[in-house]
């Protein structure tokens, strides 16, 4: 009898190792990120014993690299994360499944998601990829750095006039060699989503227009948002010029050497394992006006993925109500659904203080980043120039001249 029953046992357990799906899942990010989604695949295979997520992650260039030798070679993940602004040259391709049919079959999945996280990825025929998270950009302060300067923390009614003059204050040469060692501000002005997007945006200018066609970095209030980042960094000196950054790492707030920062809510939980005293205050306005940017990463499912099915329900459980639980918990990101980032799972998260309200309260005024065919292309177009201004070897102005026709070649050649 006991061996009949043991042999019972080994035959279901075969049965359901034979019944059990396996799918992988690519995303870029951290190590720590790694561990994110980790959790939350771990937990969708114990509540889903039919299928089996495995997860890979990889910093931003590896992945990117590594998913496009995947499909070149046939072989695509079933499911891979996707930044919103490379999204149509990905759809454009045929290569992502298209998500509509699920969709009508289950019309609840999408309730309660933001809106203006699923801009980007509706086409005329479809989803054919949803938003997993989003982040808006916020200021981030140093609280002991303003301490010990004596100075008020930043506010909500900031302007970028506040924002320069804080700057100034609190730039400094703490070690007493004669160079400056610290910093008032620093952010990452490569692309438009830190720092001069919203920038821009909020001073009533443009960066490029409705339907893709025209670059218009160098026209009306932008010009007075390019000169002032030129003004801060080479007449102040309020913010690190590329070779002074490049001596501490990638992230100035996070080395300590600079009091203020405009970023995501991606770095909340190095900055707080750093054992950074900080929080968050709105973008500052520019003038009257205030902007930010809106972006979201999201999630797509090849269309050559031989379990499409099984792919389809990580996904639906990834964006649920328990997904975005877990991934609000592990702090990384603003949860899709409202429900969830409007409780105090995402407002009182444990080991943070700062307050989160501000990033949701800045929907009210965000701008979703541009999300078109060749970003790209022309981002690094754009980006691969202000690189010669924030290394000193090129004026703004000359920048400019450069930028507007190389990034207007790149939206000719992908309309």
Known sequence: MKKTLIALALALLFSVSLAQTNITFMAWGSPEELGVWQTIADEFNQANPDVKVAVDVSDWDAYFNKLQTLFAGG??????????PLYPDWQSRGVLKNLQPYLDAEPGVLDGVY???????????GYFGLPRDFQ????????????????????????????REAATKLTSDADGDGTTDHWGFW????????????AIWGAGGQVINDDHTQTLLAEGPDKDVWHLMSDMMFEDKSVPTTGQAEQYGYDMFLAGRAAMTTIGHWSVPEYTAQGINFDVAAFPKSGEGRATSVNSAGFVIADASPN????????KYAVGPEGQKRLAELGFAIPVLESVAQSPVFLNQEGSTINQ?????????????????????????VGDTLALVWSGDMSIDEALEEIVPL?????????
Do not use: H, R
């Not at 072989?75 to 919103?84: L, R, S």
């Not at 609280?143 to 010990?148: G, I, N, Q, R």
């Not at 990034?407 to 309309?415: F, P």
């Open 75 to 84: 072989t695509p993940p079933d499911v891979f994360a996707m930044d919103a």
């Open 115 to 125: 809106p203006v996280t699923l801009e980007a990825y509706k086409t005329g025929d």
């Open 136 to 163: 808006t950009i916020v200021l981030y302060y140093n609280k002991d750095m303003f301490d010990a300067a004596g100075m008020d923390y930043p506010t909500n009614d900031w302007t970028l006039t506040d924002l």
């Open 187 to 198: 952010s990452d002005f490569y692309d438009m989503e830190l720092f001069w997007g919203p």
């Open 308 to 315: 499409a099915d099984a792919a389809w329900k990580f996904v």
């Open 357 to 381: 309200q501000v990033y949701l309260d800045a929907l009210d005024y965000a701008v979703p980043k541009p999300s078109f065919k060749g970003y790209g292309e022309w981002s690094a177009a």
């Open 407 to 415: 990034a207007d070649d790149v939206l000719a050649a992908n309309q």
